[in-house]
């Protein structure tokens, strides 16, 4: 589950999932994945139940806990579909420069230009109930150094039907590929303000 090394492939790809395994009758290509990811949707698969999706009490973060600074919850809300943030790692966190804990997505992002498509990935994955893999630029990530990121996005439902959480990863990487292990701390459009490791 380490998180180190260069990322495993330089093009930026997208799009359904492509080869082995089977979930919701959609088949899945894990071969392009960061093995950071791999293992995050490796343990998804995992804790499902008999019958339909897995829930937020099936999910113990005691089980990735090398994942855990890029982890994200984000809780969904419905009439009229929302999303807001339940739980973020401290590597994300620091990406953006502040804690987004308890913020609305559609509000803390608002004046990023890509936010609405940002919105419409966590829209698809409750609608289709199926998980979305995305590897190429950022869509609302503040930190210049940050080139590509690589993001899981899994659904996550209390009586296995209903989505109620979606449940991410996201994986930051320089120009050159390699992940990012510090950054300059900096508040959302206000610059640079210290520097700081990322654990």
């Not at 609305?104 to 409750?126: G, H, Q």
Request: include cysteine; charged fraction near 25%.
């Amino acid at each position: 589950m380490a998180l180190s090394g260069s990322h495993p492939n330089a093009d930026k790809k997208s799009g359904p999932f492509r080869s082995t395994g089977q979930v919701g009758g959609a088949a899945i290509d894990t071969s392009k994945f960061h093995a950071g990811v791999r293992a995050l949707f490796t343990y998804w698969r995992r804790i499902h139940p008999p019958e339909g999706l897995p829930g937020r009490k099936h999910f113990d973060p005691a089980a990735v806990v090398p994942l855990l600074p890029n982890i994200v919850l984000a809780e969904v809300q419905r009439e009229p579909l929302r999303f807001r943030y339940r739980l973020l790692g401290s590597r994300v966190d620091s990406v953006a420069g502040k804690n987004l804990s308890g913020q609305w997505l559609d509000e803390a992002y608002a004046r990023f230009p890509n936010a609405s498509v940002l919105l419409a990935e966590y829209a698809k994955v409750v609608e289709t109930g199926q998980p979305i893999w995305r590897r190429g630029e950022p869509r609302v990530v503040p930190e210049p150094e940050c080139r590509t990121i690589e993001v899981l996005r899994l659904p996550l439902a209390a009586d296995g039907k209903t989505i109620d959480i979606v449940l991410c990863l996201t994986l930051y990487f320089d120009s050159a590929g390699q992940p990012l292990e510090s950054i300059a701390y900096r508040a959302l459009g206000y610059g640079s303000a210290e520097s700081a490791r990322l654990r």
